[in-house]
């Protein structure tokens, strides 16, 4: 790069560019040259009303670039008096992307864009006029046109920091510069220095102001002349970017507060002294535009004077994708929160800056950014990011804040519509709808309920809609000024953001391109305003404009862009249908000649789709819907009606009989929504029908009645669904295929005024203002219940553990329902006034409810009519203002309490019999206060019972002693409306407040510098939020449901993910610490979350903690104090021997050590390994071997077993890998059988079926070799972490590997020995095509060449031991080996491919005696060599497809490919083929090549091996089959046999003589053992079988093998007469577990959602579904054998049933009695999850030797399993893991568990001892036979046989 010293000190742009010739630069219209007098010399000048069509522009040429890096623009101007101006100048970031600044006084705001930044220019006046005043009055300069007295102006932008600050990028260099319209200008330059230009050369020297400090004066070819003893100030004006104005409008460049004798550079703040700061924030600062127009309330802060202290709220992130958006609202919730106190964040705000109204995010220094190195002071900004960022300049120590930031994030919301329920939209793919929620645009998946936000708009969003490919878009938002904001859909950001001067925008329409919105709505004037913007550029960063506008006195109710011309519109409304166009800038209509139809009220529009948009007009149909009834077909080219018909109500001919709905006259039906596509139009109407017509309207083919009216149809681009919105708020769509409807979304019509949590079964209970308490799943967000009442509901509560729930009403009636039975328990009709608050105790023991005349009501809830205890009056404060939690109950269930009886006094009362225990008057608790100080709010802290929460009317909280009645702390300035909602974290560690409709997260103990973090995203005030039972989320209602993840670190910190196993027993014993009262209280909510601390321990160990009665003796014992850092060892004897030399110990065991007071572990490190360059591209033949794609890598830390300790010994090998190439010899003479799968090389004796297993590799192997004398046999794999390939060299013999190579960098492709043995060839694949030679006796490399193209196959002459060939890419390698001494040279010929064959890349050779090659190719083709003249002989078409394998034996030629067809040709009359001048075909050449034989096999051959008259040989095929060929009798026999797809579940049968295996292709296979022979296979085909499972019969005549499949089907298959004998369908989901009871008598089985059905396998009924899991897949069923009167219940076997969301049920069955009853529900706390691939599973099973205990692991707070008592009610044992198990299975003998990760690694644990081993094979899937003697392992299509030894 050439040196920019050349631009130091400055760069006079003019001057670099010899502006006066024109030929590096531009000019266009009115530009000329004029002496100023003001300034004594030339300057230009430019005038012209049009910026576009006067300017100056420097380069001429777009394509060139000034290149200046100068950190500082000066621009030396005047702006024309009365005019505007635009200037433009184009800067490269340091990605070479160009971003745009302007800045013109024709601005009105400032408006951002990813390339394009537009700042307001205030021009300033000259001192002493009315302008001046004038400004000053106003407190901002001159919006506008520059007034008459505007002055030169000295304009100094730092581009570095604008750049930095509003779009977090990095300055780079100026690019262009454009000076647009009404104008004079001197010059202008670029510079690294801070110039004053009111200094001059000997005020600087006199100074000390030098260049090396940064500074300095105006350049005297730069300044303006000033007569002597006149201010350079009260000439002209000195502007400077950053601005130190009064900063109205925000973001503007104006005039700063400048007095000449503070100009003294070195006394300034200087910003500009920075070093250059690369924020790396996430996101464009264009969102933050929402709320800087909204802050009105500016405060002025003079230069000299103190910095204030000003509280700053944080904003939060609020999207549960990586992309996360922010939550804003308006100005007026942040504009005044300045007042400082201990518990709110303390910052100074820089002097220069008085903007101090603003909302601001804090970018702290250890969140990764950049610190400025010479400042002071601190610049606040304002940017959706994503987490709240604080960027500090200053050097001082860095302040504590709350962690995490953010510590909420949006993650699901329960609510549709707000200001309208007529907007929701298809994605695209059909796979997403997009609706708006109030101020929130969601996007939902329809498959997994899985939603994205779109965030910045302050009021509720009232129109959306997409662009054609649905990569745009726009929402309009309701309000006084509407605001329209365009958004990229796939990326969630903000494209663009504009207003449009109206109210009410209704209608919002993209073109089908994108490149035209057209939006309506109503003017100040209440007329209807049509605008049409341009937003061809909006995605490039480019403006959005507007194309025209029209103000017209029709009504308007939609309006949508035609599809076929962006210019086209139609709109409809009352009395009016009218066609629109757009030409010329203007837009113009014309009405649709309604005729006697012309007073209908018209609903919506829609064009007929399905045609190209080159039709004609004349051929194009609009169908327009109205509130009587009617359906217009209407000519679109001659505006006139085609066909009118009408929606009738059914005649009541019978009484319980509707008839076929008809067009006719009579009292009709309003239409509300129409949608066509290209096959039929969907209707949605006022009856609540969503009704789907043929084109023609001659009948209906499908409907579906809603609950109330269907508001909007619409139809998906593929036509294959319908979405349906209702005025209800109900969100849903059909599926036309298989006519089933789904419900999204419903929810509340107004205003949600409760909610309470079932902590249980996350069920969450709302109250509404529309009259309805609704019932949802906080996992799947469905409704589950929806009780409706006359009366309006008020407040709800759970019960903590029953599933009952109270609800208080308006009319003072509380009512107490039973869920489960969905029926009311109770009324009671004590209360007055409108209940305002309900609450149970903790203990469930007893209910309160209190109401607005002042009653208090005390119930005993633990019976089922919940009888009245007590009633007192005029205890609480009067008025409905503190419901609905008017009440708060200790977390001991001690005490109650609440406001009253009058509003400045809290009282707390006992809570079993309401006396009062103290009063509080918290009036008195200010003195200084000039107002009596009210309570509003009230909660206890659940972990410290001693201090209660007093929100005042003050907006300050209170912390009381309930002891003393003592103000323990107090914190001002909460909120700036007053605090709605409290709630306290149950370790007392958070505190939740809602104030307006902002929620805010403290640090509960107020240590912090910043102590809190505020998120915003409810449009309207919020009425209650609290934290969820498990803590691990945060709700709030209001307008509608938020739903947080709440993302506090736990109290005791986590261990690091790859430490050793820790087991850990955690029974609680007789005396237990407070808290583990705690932790029983949760275990009791079914939540099993004990976080004891956990203990530290060497890498090499496993460590077993415990609170039984421990064995010390056998074990040791260790003491851990809390204050010790150090890290204790536990001593482990070794058993039987002494102390041992050995640094590693031959057995691992699990360490015992005390529970209590446990350091956590210190976390380990992981190396990172980084993959460089880009892969080549990967050849275009089968026959190159790609290794399967793994998401796992292999485990660096586990080691294997010593040899002969081995815990279980690998048995058997099923399958064979049909990935490989090469990967099977077959050596006749000496019956060697050999071939991989996965990593390992299996040795089989054919005679026998005996297999051995070589076992040295931990990647896929690729191809195997074996030598002449078939003694040796060599192996290649993948290396592991990126490393080299390994090549294994095993003996034959023994089974030892002899030596291993690691040379190619990628995998390899082929392994060939020399005829002789006496060399080896190995060949890497296309990454790295190299042929390396090696001796056979040392393995040492003789020599290597690297070909030009990826090689395919090598081979060695069978004759000749020099002379060897490759194929490839690139044609024929005929290669040589010379030997002199002991040096070895390849010497490589390539020649290409004939000519006659094509483009064609050759993939497999053979040799033919001894001078003749046979070559295949990628399109069937098989080609004859002469090996000695290198020339091509013959060519002919041998096969269809690619020819992937080639062998030749005499004059047999054998050929194999990807069209599964085997051949066998003669090819005896080639040896009398001659040479000639080109190769030929055999037909021309009149040689004769027979086809003997083809046989047709299951896949495409990867590999063979036949003797050597070719009569009978093996071969391999992708599907995983090895098969015999014998040619004389032309038959085949599987040899091998593995599945070909991903194996998806292996069992045994009960009497182990037969195992079953299912897979992805839909198959089920059985096997016998011990043979492990393939008895029968059942194919589904068109289906995946998820799961198998035998029946419980031990007798082969009964046996059946029950599947699942993807289909939502059972199939059961009768093992004795090979036949399918029942086919059930109980789901429409993929079946994903299955079992039969433990008596055979039902089967139950799970779908993917979460419903579980039982089955009769006697006639297949459905017996029952339970849905208590439902929107949550479930992965495991299991049931036992086991009486269930010691647990509580009745019944004689027990199931489980586990679900994704970490919970499992465990039931109490007696099926022969119909029973089956809830016994147990665990619920395992998770933090989010933030992995790109899905989370681990979650697993559970019973213990065999004591079904009692249930062992589950899954994704959670840490890697473990966690062993649950049923009876105890508790977990009672612990195991913690170093990875997330994909699969464990539990023995009956010797108390194992054997555990899959994605790691690659099987670990066999002994959970009573701690011992444990590793074995690197593979598990994704792991099951013990019933008697604990073998185990299965599968990893996608492999599966291995263990013998179990035991530890």
């Not at 530009?31 to 576009?52: E, H, M, N, Q």
């Not at 005024?753 to 709302?766: A, N, P, Q």
């Given at each position: 790069?050439?040196?920019?010293?050349?631009?130091?000190?400055?760069?006079?742009?003019?001057?670099?560019?010899?502006?006066?010739?024109?030929?590096?630069?531009?000019?266009?219209?009115?530009?000329?040259?004029?002496?100023?007098?003001?300034?004594?010399?030339?300057?230009?000048?430019?005038?012209?009303?049009?910026?576009?069509?006067s300017y100056i522009l420097v380069p001429k040429n777009s394509n060139q670039s000034l290149g200046l890096v100068g950190r500082y623009f000066y621009l030396l101007f005047r702006p024309a008096p009365g005019k505007y101006f635009v200037v433009h100048l184009d800067v490269s970031v340091e990605d070479g992307q160009v971003v745009r600044i302007s800045f013109s006084n024709m601005f009105k705001e400032f408006k951002s864009t990813a390339t394009w930044l537009q700042f307001p220019f205030l021009c300033g006046a000259a001192k002493d006029s009315v302008y001046e005043s004038t400004a000053k009055s106003a407190r901002h300069g001159l919006v506008g046109p520059a007034p008459t007295s505007v002055r030169w102006t000295c304009l100094m932008l730092d581009l570095q920091y604008t750049l930095s600050f509003y779009l977090n990028r990095c300055y780079s260099q100026l690019k262009s510069i454009k000076l647009c319209a009404n104008m004079s200008v001197k010059n202008m330059f670029t510079s690294d220095l801070l110039l004053d230009p009111g200094v001059s050369f000997s005020e600087a020297k006199l100074m000390g102001l030098a260049s090396s400090q940064g500074t300095g004066p105006m350049p005297r070819d730069m300044s303006y002349p000033v007569p002597k003893g006149v201010s350079w100030y009260d000439l002209y004006d000195y502007i400077r970017f950053p601005s130190e104005g009064t900063k109205l409008p925000f973001d503007s460049i104006q005039k700063g507060n400048l007095e000449p004798q503070a100009n003294c550079v070195s006394n300034q703040r200087s910003p500009m002294r920075e070093e250059s700061s690369c924020v790396n924030l996430s996101k464009l600062l264009k969102d933050r535009v929402s709320i800087i127009?909204?802050?009105?309330?500016?405060?002025?802060?003079?230069?000299?004077?103190?910095?204030?202290?000003?509280?700053?709220?944080?904003?939060?992130?609020?999207?549960?994708?990586?992309?996360?958006?922010?939550?804003?609202?308006?100005?007026?919730?942040?504009?005044?929160?300045?007042t400082s106190s201990m518990s709110q964040q303390f910052t100074s705000r820089p002097p220069w800056d008085t903007d101090d109204g603003g909302v601001h995010v804090h970018v702290h220094p250890d969140d990764g950014f950049s610190k400025h190195e010479e400042e002071s002071e601190e610049e606040f900004v304002c940017t959706p990011v994503p987490h709240p960022v604080h960027l500090s300049l200053s050097k001082e120590p860095r302040q504590e804040k709350l962690l995490p930031d953010p510590i909420l994030r949006l993650n699901r919301i329960i609510g549709f519509g707000g200001a309208t329920t007529k907007c929701a939209l298809w994605s695209k793919s059909g796979d997403a709808v997009v609706y708006p929620c109030h101020a929130i645009i969601v996007s939902m998946k329809i498959s997994s309920n899985q939603q994205r936000f779109f965030i910045g708009h302050t009021d509720k969003v009232s129109a959306l809609a997409f662009n054609g490919n649905t990569t745009l878009l726009a929402s309009a938002q309701t309000g006084s000024h509407s605001v329209v904001r365009v958004w990229n859909y796939n990326k969630g950001n903000c494209l663009a953001m504009f207003r449009i001067h109206a109210h009410s925008l209704s209608s919002l329409s993209f073109s089908y391109g994108g490149g035209i919105l057209c939006g309506v709505g109503k003017d100040s004037h209440s007329k209807t305003m049509v605008v049409?913007?341009?937003?061809?550029?909006?995605?490039?960063?480019?403006?959005?404009?507007?194309?025209?506008?029209?103000?017209?006195?029709?009504?308007?109710?939609?309006?949508?862009?035609?599809?076929?011309?962006?210019?086209?519109?139609?709109?409809?409304?009352?009395?009016?249908?009218?066609?629109w166009r757009v030409r010329n800038g203007t837009l113009r209509s014309c009405p649709v000649n309604l005729g006697e139809y012309h007073s209908l009220d018209f609903t919506d529009v829609a064009f007929e789709e399905g045609h190209s948009s080159s039709q004609h007009l004349d051929e194009r149909t609009l169908f327009a819907s109205s509130r009587s009834g009617y359906i217009f077909e209407i000519d679109y080219s001659r505006v006139v009606i085609k066909n009118v018909r009408r929606l009738l109500p059914a005649q009541q001919q019978h009484a319980n009989r509707r008839e076929k709905f008809t067009f006719n006259t009579g009292p009709g039906i309003a239409i509300n929504s129409i949608s066509v596509s290209s096959s039929f139009c969907a209707t949605g109407s006022e009856d609540g029908f969503l009704r789907l017509w043929p084109l023609d309207f001659s009948a209906i083919f499908l409907e579906a009645e809603h609950e109330g009216p269907v508001?909007?149809?619409?139809?998906?681009?593929?036509?294959?669904?319908?979405?349906?919105?209702?005025?209800?708020?109900?969100?849903?769509?059909?599926?036309?295929?298989?006519?089933?409807?789904?419900?999204?979304?419903?929810?509340?019509?107004?205003?949600?005024?409760?909610?309470?949590?079932?902590?249980?079964?996350?069920?969450?209970?709302?109250?509404?203002?529309?009259?309805?308490?609704?019932?949802?799943?906080?996992?799947?967000?469905?409704?589950?219940?929806?009780?409706?009442?006359?009366?309006?509901?008020?407040?709800?509560?759970?019960?903590?553990?029953?599933?009952?729930?109270?609800?208080?009403?308006?009319?003072?009636?509380?009512?107490?329902?039973?869920?489960?039975?969905?029926?009311?328990?109770?009324?009671?009709?004590?209360?007055?006034?409108?209940?305002?608050?309900?609450?149970?105790?903790?203990?469930?023991?007893?209910?309160?409810?209190?109401?607005?005349?002042?009653?208090?009501?005390?119930?005993?809830?633990?019976?089922?009519?919940?009888?009245?205890?007590?009633?007192?009056?005029?205890?609480l404060a009067r008025g409905t203002e503190r419901a609905p939690d008017a009440l708060t109950v200790s977390s001991d269930s001690r005490c109650l309490a609440f406001i009253g009886p009058s509003e400045y006094i809290v009282t707390i009362a006992d809570s079993q019999s309401l006396d009062?225990?103290?009063?509080?008057?918290?009036?008195?608790?200010?003195?200084?206060?000039?107002?009596?100080?009210?309570?509003?709010?009230?909660?206890?802290?659940?972990?410290?019972?001693?201090?209660?929460?007093?929100?005042?009317?003050?907006?300050?909280?209170?912390?009381?002693?309930?002891?003393?009645?003592?103000?323990?702390?107090?914190?001002?300035?909460?909120?700036?409306?007053?605090?709605?909602?409290?709630?306290?974290?149950?370790?007392?560690?958070?505190?939740?407040?809602?104030?307006?409709?902002?929620?805010?997260?403290?640090?509960?103990?107020?240590?912090?510098?910043?102590?809190?973090?505020?998120?915003?995203?409810?449009?309207?005030?919020?009425?209650?939020?609290?934290?969820?039972?498990?803590?691990?989320?945060?709700?709030?209602?209001?307008?509608?449901?938020?739903?947080?993840?709440?993302?506090?670190?736990?109290?005791?910190?986590l261990t690091d993910s790859r430490s050793p196993l820790r087991l850990s027993h955690t029974s609680a014993p007789k005396s237990v610490q407070p808290g583990a009262e705690v932790s029983r209280v949760q275990l009791s909510n079914g939540m099993p979350r004990q976080t004891a601390p956990l203990p530290s321990s060497p890498p090499s160990r496993l460590d077993i903690s415990t609170l039984d009665q421990v064995e010390q003796e056998a074990f040791g014992s260790l003491s851990i104090c809390d204050d010790t850092p150090t890290i204790p060892t536990a001593i482990v004897p070794a058993t039987g021997s002494g102390p041992t030399s050995d640094p590693r110990p031959a057995v691992s065991f699990l360490q015992v050590t005390e529970l209590v007071n446990k350091s956590p572990m210190n976390p380990g490190q992981m190396n990172a390994v980084e993959l460089k360059g880009k892969k080549p591209i990967r050849p275009d033949c089968y026959r190159h071997f790609i290794p399967r794609f793994k998401t796992s890598t292999l485990d660096q830390a586990a080691e294997a077993p010593q040899p002969g300790e081995e815990g279980i010994k690998l048995k058997a090998v099923i399958g064979y890998n049909g990935n490989g190439r090469g990967n099977m010899v077959w050596s006749p003479d000496q019956g060697l059988f050999a071939y991989s799968c996965g990593c390992v090389v299996v040795l089989e004796y054919l005679h026998t079926g005996s297999q051995r297993h070589l076992q040295g590799h931990s990647e896929e192997i690729s191809c195997l070799a074996v030598s002449n004398d078939a003694q040796t046999v060599a192996s290649a794999a993948g290396g592991s972490n990126g490393s080299r390939s390994l090549i294994c060299i095993w003996d034959v013999q023994n089974g030892t590997c002899r030596k291993t190579i690691s040379y190619h960098e990628g995998a390899v492709q082929s392994l060939a020995f020399s005829r002789d043995d006496r060399f080896f060839l190995s060949v890497g694949d296309f990454s790295d095509p190299e042929v390396a030679l090696w001796s056979s006796k040392t393995f040492k490399l003789l020599s290597n060449v690297t070909m030009s193209g990826p090689i395919h196959d090598a081979a060695f002459s069978p004759s000749t031991a020099s002379q060897l060939a490759c194929v490839g890419s690139q044609g024929a390698y005929f290669c040589l080996i010379h030997t002199n001494g002991s040096d070895v040279d390849l010497r490589v010929q390539r020649v290409k491919a004939p000519v006659e064959v094509g483009d064609v890349e050759l993939t497999a050779l053979c040799y033919h005696k001894d001078s003749f090659l046979f070559t295949a190719t990628n399109r069937g083709h098989v080609c004859f060599w002469d090996v000695n003249t290198q020339r091509c002989l013959m060519t002919w078409e041998a096969d269809e497809g690619e020819i992937g394998v080639l062998l030749c034996r005499g004059n047999r030629l054998l050929t194999g490919s990807n069209t599964r067809w085997l051949r066998l040709w003669e090819v005896d009359a080639l040896q009398g083929v001659k040479p000639e001048g080109k190769g030929c075909n055999a037909e021309d050449s009149g040689t004769v090549v027979l086809l003997e034989q083809e046989i047709m096999l299951d896949g495409t051959t990867v590999s063979a091996a036949f003797d050597n008259t070719m009569d009978m040989g093996i071969v391999g095929t992708t599907a995983g089959t090895l098969w015999y060929i014998n040619w004389s009798d032309n038959s085949s026999i599987r040899l091998v046999s593995g599945h070909k797809t991903k194996v998806n579940d292996v069992v045994f049968s009960a009497d182990e003589r037969h195992f079953a295996t299912c897979s992805e292709d839909g198959s089920v296979r059985v096997w016998s053992l011990p043979s492990n022979e393939l008895e029968v296979q059942f194919q589904v085909l068109s289906q995946a079988c998820r799961c198998v499972c035998w029946s419980p019969s031990f007798s082969k005549e009964s046996a059946c093998v029950?599947?699942?499949?993807?289909?939502?089907?059972?199939?059961?298959?009768?093992?004795?007469?090979?036949?399918?004998?029942?086919?059930?369908?109980?789901?429409?989901?993929?079946?994903?577990?299955?079992?039969?009871?433990?008596?055979?008598h039902v089967i139950l089985s799970a779908g993917k959602n979460g419903l579980v059905a039982v089955s009769s396998p006697l006639n297949g009924a459905t017996l029952r579904?339970?849905?208590?899991?439902?929107?949550?897949?479930?992965s495991t069923i299991q049931c036992v054998n086991e009486q269930c009167k010691n647990l509580g219940l009745e019944g004689n076997e027990m199931w489980l049933a586990v679900s994704a969301d970490r919970r499992v049920s465990v039931w109490a069955a007696d099926w022969l009695k119909d029973k089956c009853d809830l016994l147990d529900w665990l619920t395992f706390p998770a933090p989010a999850y933030f992995g790109d691939d899905s989370p681990p599973p979650s697993l559970a099973a019973f213990c065999p030797a004591d079904p009692s205990l249930v062992v589950y692991t899954g994704y959670g707070v840490e890697k473990e399993l966690s062993f649950y008592s049923l009876a105890k009610k508790q977990i009672i044992k612990k195991i913690a893991l170093p990875d997330w198990a994909t699969c464990f299975s539990l023995s009956c003998?010797?108390?194992?568990?054997?555990?899959?990760?994605?790691?690659r690694m099987l670990k066999l644990i002994k959970s009573s001892s701690g011992r444990f081993q590793d074995f690197l094979q593979h598990s994704e899937t792991c099951h013990f036979s019933p008697s604990g003697l073998l185990l299965f392992t599968v990893a996608f299509n492999e599966i291995l046989l263990w013998e179990v030894q035991g530890l």
């Open positions: 790069m050439a040196s920019k010293g050349w631009q130091h000190p400055y760069v006079n742009i003019f001057k670099h560019v010899k502006l006066e010739d024109w030929k590096r630069s531009a000019k266009e219209g009115d530009v000329s040259t004029y002496t100023d007098k003001r300034l004594k010399c030339s300057v230009f000048r430019i005038r012209g009303p049009v910026p576009a069509n127009q909204q802050i009105t309330t500016p405060k002025s802060l003079l230069r000299n004077q103190t910095p204030m202290v000003t509280d700053i709220p944080d904003l939060g992130v609020v999207s549960t994708q990586q992309d996360d958006d922010w939550l804003f609202n308006n100005g007026d919730q942040h504009q005044q929160e300045s049409v913007w341009n937003t061809q550029n909006v995605s490039k960063g480019g403006e959005v404009t507007i194309i025209a506008k029209a103000h017209t006195d029709v009504d308007i109710r939609t309006m949508k862009v035609a599809f076929f011309d962006d210019t086209r519109m139609v709109s409809c409304g009352r009395d009016n249908i009218r066609l508001s909007l149809v619409s139809i998906s681009s593929d036509s294959l669904q319908v979405l349906a919105a209702t005025s209800t708020g109900t969100l849903g769509f059909l599926d036309v295929s298989s006519r089933g409807y789904s419900t999204m979304m419903r929810s509340h019509t107004d205003t949600v005024l409760g909610f309470s949590v079932d902590g249980i079964r996350r069920h969450l209970t709302t109250a509404s203002s529309d009259g309805t308490v609704r019932i949802w799943n906080m996992d799947s967000l469905h409704q589950l219940y929806d009780f409706v009442s006359e009366d309006s509901p008020c407040s709800v509560a759970f019960h903590p553990s029953e599933q009952v729930f109270s609800c208080g009403f308006s009319s003072g009636i509380v009512r107490v329902f039973d869920i489960s039975s969905a029926k009311m328990l109770a009324e009671h009709k004590q209360h007055r006034g409108e209940v305002v608050g309900l609450a149970f105790s903790p203990d469930g023991e007893f209910m309160y409810s209190a109401d607005s005349q002042g009653s208090l009501a005390l119930y005993n809830a633990s019976e089922e009519d919940h009888n009245v205890i007590r009633v007192v009056c005029n205890v009062e225990l103290l009063h509080v008057d918290v009036s008195i608790l200010d003195v200084q206060s000039p107002r009596l100080d009210s309570a509003l709010r009230v909660c206890f802290s659940p972990a410290s019972t001693e201090h209660l929460l007093v929100a005042t009317s003050a907006n300050k909280i209170l912390w009381v002693s309930t002891k003393t009645g003592r103000l323990l702390r107090e914190v001002s300035k909460v909120h700036k409306h007053p605090c709605s909602s409290l709630a306290v974290s149950e370790d007392s560690r958070f505190l939740l407040t809602a104030g307006h409709n902002a929620v805010k997260v403290w640090d509960y103990n107020m240590q912090l510098d910043i102590s809190s973090q505020m998120f915003i995203g409810h449009s309207q005030p919020i009425c209650q939020v609290s934290f969820s039972p498990d803590q691990l989320g945060v709700i709030s209602v209001g307008d509608a449901i938020f739903l947080w993840d709440f993302l506090a670190h736990p109290a005791d910190s029950a599947a699942g499949y993807s289909d939502g089907t059972l199939r059961i298959f009768r093992l004795s007469s090979s036949e399918m004998e029942m086919k059930l369908h109980p789901h429409q989901v993929a079946v994903t577990a299955m079992q039969y009871s433990a008596n055979g579904v339970i849905k208590d899991h439902k929107g949550a897949p479930i003998k010797s108390q194992l568990i054997a555990v899959g990760s994605k790691e």
